[in-house]
């Protein structure tokens, strides 16, 4: 790993031994964009890979220099109004009205490590010769707002990470309209573009196109990162698969309102522009102060879609995820939502709570409806104490001591961000949420959003949480938010303020979790948002882990939790087994079926267990041995997609680092009859061991043989009968070379 500079050819060579990323300061003094892909070598000079020259209507900075025209160059960051006519990663209002500035290169630094962003998650480094980091500071001469440009390569991983910061020290006042974290521009446009979009329950498809000349992408501007676009665009050849081929994954750590743009110039050049979206952002930049981006991550693979994700995966579950959790096995949860919703009481609570401990599980989890007067989503959202001690005679405190009582810990819902027209802390503060002035107050599952950009508004919340949180024996926090922000304006700040609300929301949101994890590190946090709508790495910061979907439907979370597989490590993913017929699709599975989907995850229940048969509950007792068996496994071994449950079968499995063990999973989708045979390809094994599959010490393969001449699918390997929606697990597992 390193970082080069030439003085001679003013080139910055960022590399490792998998990745070139290359950077060059032009004659006009901006920064160009030489390379980034596959190692290269470095040398001395690689202006060669200048593409330029005078074309009919191109713009140039410099008397006699005809040769770099903005609009017909890789630009490494671009700017509005100096010629180059596609879309900038920066816009800057100034006083008299022009948005026209115009970077310059003025100096660089580069050191070991990397530096923390102030107030916004990021990846990290646990010693300094894990990364290296260029900053190169840009000028804008006559507005005197620097622009630093930070780029981080970890030596391990062919990644680059990414942010800008803008620094005013100049006298204007001006406004950053557009401040992104990263642009790339690549020099041709033979890619397929791949998105993770979809809707609350359908999570996270995957969704793919041939890029188009023009604009494409993805965005948001709910406030959330949402359920319909997640923050990540892959580019990837056309020939690109699972195995082999180039895909460039762009993935941005961030939870709110996003944007991963990808333009096609009529010359074939491609432009990704990822960030926090400039729709209605507007963010004051006085004398003296600055605004931070949130982070880019660029992950290159020439291993196909598969390698990239394993990528984002290693990177994100040990240098994103923070904690005590980071690397302790997640407990075995049962949650109450699906089997009682807010009609609880205490004593059924128990009855599931001393069922799942009797089956193995090892948390319980308290969903919505335990908080002020709240038995349906109409009131109480604030009021985060207990009022009803009808429905728990002992408050919080007393029911997470009976549980620990059953040897299981416990865990609470919480949903910080939004409030109840009936509620205490409504009747208190009517003026704390978002609301337009004169404008009428758009319900969503009749809440309302709390102006979370106010700090008092969000010490409040504190307040409330920590007393519980104290209070209480408290092991699991899930923080939801089942709504996104509709008129957002925040009371307390004036018209020239207003821009910066969405962001500013987003950033109280992470100042309570720091607090939080701060005051209570030993709690495990799971993120939660409708199901999936923030499943974003921003929120795997705080929460190592997140609710996938509400849809817990075994044939849909295949889908979903394969797209997310794209960019999230299995130990992100929350996933638990619940009732049927399924309460978002009406499907009935095999419980055998929801499990072998849910094992990939983070593995859980979410039904009434009391309502199981003696021989379901047998089924469940065994899920539940064999996800504490293996969850190290599954959740920190390699991730390898098979077949994609969005086509006829589904199929994927886990290889552990050394290659000694492995679980493949095969999901029958719909019967068909007469059917062929099946073989899965299993992936990743070492191809000189040899394997044994369920412990059958009477036949034993070789690696070579399971991946390429495959293993022969039986119906009698299928859970219920091997009928609809059936499913095997198959446990493989290194023997000595002897073993015959
Ligand atoms: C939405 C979540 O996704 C569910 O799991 C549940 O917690 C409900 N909210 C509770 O209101």
């Known amino acids: 790993m390193a970082i080069n500079y030439s003085e001679k050819s003013k080139k910055f060579h960022i590399f490792n031994d998998k990745i070139s990323y290359i950077i060059q300061i032009l004659d006009d003094n901006c920064l160009g964009n030489l390379y980034f892909g596959k190692h290269i070598h ?12 005078l074309r009919s209507l191109a713009v140039f900075h410099k008397e006699n220099y005809y040769f770099m025209s903005p609009q017909y160059t890789k630009m490494e960051y671009p700017t509005y109004g100096t010629g180059d006519y596609r879309h900038p990663a920066v816009e800057i209002k100034q006083e008299n009205g022009s948005r026209v500035v115009f970077f310059e290169y003025e100096s660089y630094k580069i050191f070991k490590g990397k530096k923390k962003l102030m107030g916004l998650p990021a990846t990290y480094v646990e010693s300094e010769q894990e990364a290296e980091t260029l900053e190169i500071t840009l000028i804008d001469k006559l507005l005197e707002v620097h622009c630093i440009l930070s780029y981080t390569i970890y030596k391990e991983y062919p990644v680059i990470t990414r942010n800008a910061r ?3 020290n100049g006298s204007e006042n001006v406004i950053l309209e557009r401040a992104l974290s990263a642009s790339v521009d690549l020099p041709d446009a033979d890619f397929e573009l791949l998105t993770l979009s979809g809707a609350w329950s359908r999570e996270r498809h995957i969704k793919t196109s041939k890029l188009q000349q023009g604009i494409q992408g993805v965005y948001s501007k709910c406030g959330a990162s949402s359920a319909e676009h997640n923050p990540c665009v892959i580019l990837k050849r056309p020939n690109t698969d699972e195995s082999i081929g180039e895909a460039y994954g762009f993935s941005l750590v961030y939870s709110g309102n996003h944007m991963e743009q990808i333009e096609v110039d009529t010359n074939d050049l491609t432009r990704v522009l990822i960030g926090i979206n400039p729709d209605t952002f507007e963010w004051p930049l006085n004398n003296g102060e600055e605004f931070q981006t949130p982070e880019a991550v660029m992950v290159y693979s020439d291993e196909g879609l598969n390698k990239m994700s394993q990528t984002f995966h290693k990177l994100y579950r040990t240098r994103l995820v923070r904690g005590i959790w980071r690397d302790k096995a997640r407990p075995i949860l049962i949650n109450n939502w699906e089997a009682t919703e807010t009609n609880f009481t205490e004593e059924q609570i128990l009855e599931i709570a001393r069922t799942g401990k009797a089956l193995g599980m090892e948390l319980f989890v308290l969903d919505d409806g335990w908080f002020g007067k709240r038995e349906d989503d109409k009131t109480s959202l604030g009021d985060w104490y207990v009022t009803n001690f009808k429905k728990l005679p002992d408050g919080i405190n007393g029911l997470s001591q009976k549980i620990e009582a059953l040897g299981m810990k416990f865990g609470l819902w919480f949903e910080p961000e939004m409030v109840n027209k009936d509620s205490d802390l409504y009747r208190a ?9 004169g404008r009428s ?16 508004v969000v010490d409040h919340i504190y307040n409330m949480m920590e007393r519980i949180l104290d209070t209480a024996h ?9 709504r996104y922000i509709s008129e957002c304006y925040s009371n307390h700040k004036p018209a020239s303020r207003q821009g910066m609300v969405f962001h500013e929301y987003i950033l109280g949101v992470y100042s309570l979790y720091e607090r939080l994890i701060e005051k209570f590190p030993d709690i495990l946090f799971e993120s939660c948002s409708s199901g999936g709508a923030r499943f974003d790495p921003g929120m795997l910061y705080y929460a190592p882990q997140a609710w996938t979907s509400d849809d817990t439907d075994a044939v849909e979370r295949l889908k979903i939790q394969y797209g997310t597989s794209y960019v ?6 929350g996933a638990h087994v619940s009732k049927v017929p399924n309460l978002q699709v009406g499907r009935t599975t095999p419980i055998e079926t929801r499990g072998n989907v849910a094992q990939f995850g983070v593995f859980g229940y979410e039904l009434n267990l009391n309502l199981l048969s003696e021989e379901e509950k047998t089924i ?7 996800a504490k068996e293996h969850r190290e496994l599954i959740h920190q071994g390699l991730f390898y997609r098979i077949n994609s449950p969005f086509e006829e079968v589904g199929s994927w499995m886990v290889v552990s680092e050394d290659r000694e063990k492995a679980i493949a999973a095969y999901y029958k989708l719909l019967s068909i009859p007469n059917e062929p045979w099946r073989r899965l390809y299993l992936k990743g094994l ?25 293993m022969v699918i039986h119906k009698e390997d299928l859970c219920a009968g091997g009928g609809d929606f059936t499913s095997a697990v198959y446990f493989i597992k290194a023997v000595e070379k002897s073993f015959c």
Request: net charge negative.
């Open 474 to 482: 408290i092991s699991y926090v899930k923080w939801d938010m089942n």
């Open 429 to 437: 503060h009517p003026d704390w949420v978002l609301q337009a002035p």
């Open 568 to 573: 999230y490590p299995l130990s992100s993913m």
């Open 620 to 626: 469940v007792g065994k899920q539940v041995a064999f």
């Open 686 to 710: 070492d191809k000189d061991k040899k394997y044994v599959i369920n412990n059958d010490k009477s036949r034993v393969y070789y690696g070579d043989e399971l991946m390429n001449a495959g």
């Open 441 to 456: 107050l758009s319900l969503s599952r009749n809440q309302y959003v709390l102006d979370f950009s106010r700090p008092e």
């Open 166 to 168: 803008f620094i005013n």
């Open 42 to 53: 470095d040398k001395e000079d690689f202006s060669h890979l200048l593409q330029g020259g």
